[in-house]
Each structure stands twice: as structure tokens, then as C-alpha cells.
């Protein structure tokens, strides 16, 4: 063969070369798509195209962790942050303490242990550790950011601001009451927390009080006309911008499991519609239309069943995400992953993980508490 004709090949094994390069990064492409704001080009982005599932894990027995669910699977990854962090476990030594609470700040997973566990801070797209903070006597309960890093954490003895980049815990607030507080919630110039005595709102710019309510016991949740919905446990209590309250009789209460458990309550952003459960029974009020209460949105047909945790809404996707298993002792081995429309109440996706619970096996019982998301 000539030169001449060498160099027309050259030219198509080129061109051949060129279009397999383009249609594997055009695949690549597909996978980051539904993750608005990740670069297509981070390829070391395994844990962007879904969410993740918060587990306590048995105490003293094994340590909480996180798991992944990929949108559109039909399993869910199981302690990714294991594999993410060899050697490591998000717990103290003695596992003594539980996993309890998780949130997402500037593509930041943090998690949030209570009974002298740590706080940890995870890069979300990777689940690689990148600091920890470990206090002997801390008890704490949720993360919030606040602004660029500072942000604040709550424990069972108050507020304390904490710096999210070294995650060192540094004053506890005056503004407050030093009490048992769990859920907190930032929104516009205000932040929301839930204390053993009541709502508290302080000021986002300065910390100082703004206002209280004694009755609420429950919360927090937006929904995109600004409202902040809480609970005093029979009603739903909507809290405007100008901090002026609404209520609504609940046929059917929402529970609690205290203040160191994720609120029950979660919203829509595609409407004004906050959620919650009671046993299998999902609720749906869509604010201004009490007849939304009168019967469940959804009912869960598992049996046996038990929602494990707090339901959550998923913005990205507009859906419904239920954690349960099937009960305790040897069916905690027997997780659920459940993904309604919340729009329609349709079912879109049932997972089933762990092990068929006829045994008591620790290593799947996880008892899945909270997904957090993008």
C-alpha cells in the first residue's frame, strides 16, 4: 500500500476513533443530566444522580451510615460510605451512639450523630470524609448552613454556632433557651427551631429572638409561597413572611419520636402541600382545601409494614420517598425503599434490601431513617 492510500485510512480510523470518544462521553453525559450543576466532565462523581438514605443501625452493634439510591434502579447501594472511606465508620469506637440526622450545604453531606457521636462532613458526589469532629459529651440533633461556612448545629442542651469548614463547635446561643432542641430550618432573614419549649424564630443575620410559640411541638417544612409549616401535633400551623400564623384541624395527628428524631412533616416545591404519615396512611393537605385532609393520599399495601423514620419529598423528580422495613427483631433485616408521585400518589418504584428476616442479622438491619437530597 502506498502513501498515498494510507493517508484516506488514517483519515476514517480517525473519524471512527473520534465518534466512539464522542458517543461514550455523550453517555456520560446522560448519567450527570439529571443532576442539575454537576459538570458532565467530573467523571469522580459517583454519588450525584440520586439520593441518599440515612441508616441508625443496630447500637452497640454496628455503626449508622449511608446508603445511595441511583434514579430509576432497582436496588439501592448499601453503605456506601464504607466503601467510599475504607477502614472508616461514621460512629464513636464503642458505637455507642446513633446516626440520626443528615443534610446537604454547598455539595457538602454532613452527618449528625447523637449520644457522643461525631459530626461529619462529606464531599456528596464522592462520600469521601473530609473532617470530623468528636466531642465526648456531645448529644446532637440537626445542621443547619447559615452562610458560606458558618452555619448552626442543635444539641440536647441548645444552639451552638459551628464553623462548617473545620466543623469546630464554637458558642452556644444566648438568644435561646439551653434546652433540648431538634429541628432547625433557614428561611429568608429568619431561622426556625423547634426547643422542648416551643418554636423559637431568631434573626439569620445577628442570632438574636424574634419570636415564639409555645404550642408548636412539631416542624419544620416550606412550601414556595414562603410558608414555614409546624404542628402542635393535632393542627398544622402555617407561619407567613410577616410571621402571622394559620391553622388547620388534622383528623388524624402527626406523631413524634422527640426532639432528637427528623420531623415528620416534609412539602411540596411544585405546590403548597405539606405531608405526613400515620402508620401506613400518608397525608396530603393542600393548603386552603381542608376536604385534601379527609382521607389518606396515600395508603402503603405492604404488610407487614412499618414507615421507618421520616417520609421526604424529592424535589428533583416531584416524589415521595418512604423508608420502612417490616418490623422489629429478625423483619428489621427486611428494608424498603418506596417512591410515590407525589402529585398523583401513584407508586413508581419499590425496592426491597437486607435479607428475608426469618434471622436476626445485623448486618442488614439498618433501619433506614431519612433520605436527604440534592
Given amino acids: 500500500m502506498n502513501m498515498y492510500m494510507k493517508r484516506p485510512l488514517q483519515k476514517l480510523l480517525l473519524l471512527l476513533t473520534l465518534g466512539m470518544l464522542l458517543d461514550a462521553c455523550s453517555k456520560d453525559d446522560d448519567y450527570f443530566r439529571e443532576r442539575p450543576g454537576i459538570d458532565p466532565i467530573e467523571k469522580g462523581a459517583?454519588?450525584?444522580?440520586?439520593?441518599?438514605?440515612?441508616?441508625?443501625?443496630?447500637?452497640?452493634?454496628?455503626?449508622?451510615?449511608?446508603?445511595?439510591?441511583?434514579?430509576?434502579?432497582?436496588?439501592?447501594?448499601?453503605?456506601?460510605?464504607?466503601?467510599?472511606?475504607?477502614?472508616?465508620?461514621?460512629?464513636?469506637?464503642?458505637?455507642?451512639?446513633?446516626?440520626?440526622?443528615?443534610?446537604?450545604?454547598?455539595?457538602?453531606?454532613?452527618?449528625?450523630?447523637?449520644?457522643?457521636?461525631?459530626?461529619i462532613r462529606l464531599d456528596a458526589r464522592t462520600l469521601k470524609e473530609e473532617a470530623r469532629y468528636s466531642q465526648e459529651s456531645g448529644?446532637?440533633?440537626?445542621?443547619?448552613?447559615?452562610?458560606?461556612?458558618?452555619?448552626?448545629?442543635?444539641?440536647?442542651?441548645?444552639?451552638?454556632?459551628?464553623?462548617?469548614?473545620?466543623?469546630?463547635?464554637?458558642?452556644?446561643?444566648?438568644?435561646?433557651?439551653?434546652?433540648?432542641?431538634?429541628?432547625?430550618?433557614?428561611e429568608g432573614n429568619y431561622i426556625y427551631l423547634l426547643q422542648a419549649n416551643g418554636a423559637k424564630i431568631i434573626d439569620?443575620?445577628?442570632?438574636?429572638?424574634?419570636?415564639?410559640?409555645?404550642?408548636?411541638?412539631?416542624?419544620?417544612?416550606?412550601?414556595?409561597?414562603?410558608?414555614v409549616w409546624a404542628s402542635t401535633g393535632n393542627r398544622l400551623i402555617a407561619i407567613d413572611k410577616n410571621l402571622d400564623t394559620s391553622g388547620v384541624a388534622l383528623p388524624v395527628s402527626i406523631g413524634s419520636f422527640g426532639l432528637d428524631a427528623p420531623t415528620r412533616i416534609t412539602a411540596s416545591t411544585k405546590?403548597?402541600?405539606?405531608?405526613?404519615?400515620?402508620?401506613?396512611?400518608?397525608?396530603?393537605?393542600?393548603?386552603?382545601?381542608?376536604?385534601?385532609?379527609?382521607?389518606?393520599?396515600?395508603?402503603?399495601?405492604?404488610?407487614?409494614?412499618?414507615?421507618?423514620?421520616?417520609?421526604?419529598?424529592?424535589?428533583?423528580?416531584?416524589?415521595?420517598?418512604?423508608?420502612?422495613?417490616?418490623?422489629?427483631g429478625g423483619l428489621a433485616g427486611v428494608n424498603f425503599l418506596l417512591i410515590y408521585n407525589a402529585s398523583t400518589g401513584a407508586l413508581v418504584k419499590k425496592v426491597t434490601y437486607g435479607n428475608d428476616g426469618s434471622v436476626v442479622d445485623f448486618n442488614h438491619i439498618y433501619f433506614p431513617e431519612l433520605a436527604v437530597f440534592y
Avoid: C
Wanted: aromatic share 14%.
Fill in 46 to 119: 459517583p454519588y450525584a444522580n440520586g439520593f441518599f438514605v440515612i441508616t441508625e443501625d443496630s447500637y452497640g452493634q454496628t455503626a449508622g451510615t449511608v446508603h445511595f439510591y441511583v434514579y430509576g434502579a432497582d436496588t439501592i447501594i448499601t453503605r456506601a460510605y464504607e466503601k467510599a472511606n475504607p477502614g472508616k465508620i461514621a460512629s464513636n469506637a464503642s458505637l455507642a451512639n446513633t446516626l440520626q440526622f443528615a443534610t446537604l450545604y454547598n455539595q457538602k453531606l454532613y452527618l449528625v450523630s447523637k449520644l457522643n457521636g461525631p459530626i
Fill in 139 to 186: 448529644n446532637w440533633r440537626s445542621l443547619i448552613g447559615v452562610k458560606d461556612n458558618l452555619g448552626l448545629v442543635s444539641a440536647a442542651d441548645g444552639v451552638y454556632a459551628i464553623d462548617l469548614k473545620t466543623l469546630g463547635v464554637q458558642y452556644k446561643l444566648t438568644s435561646v433557651a439551653a434546652v433540648n432542641t431538634g429541628d432547625m430550618l433557614k
Fill in 204 to 227: 439569620a443575620a445577628n442570632y438574636s429572638f424574634v419570636k415564639g410559640f409555645a404550642n408548636i411541638n412539631r416542624g419544620f417544612a416550606r412550601t414556595p409561597n414562603g410558608k
Fill in 271 to 328: 405546590e403548597n402541600a405539606v405531608f405526613y404519615h400515620s402508620g401506613p396512611a400518608i397525608y396530603k393537605y393542600v393548603e386552603g382545601n381542608a376536604g385534601s385532609l379527609s382521607q389518606p393520599f396515600i395508603t402503603i399495601g405492604e404488610s407487614p409494614f412499618m414507615v421507618y423514620g421520616a417520609i421526604r419529598y424529592d424535589r428533583n423528580k416531584d416524589y415521595l420517598v418512604v423508608n420502612g422495613i417490616k418490623g422489629y
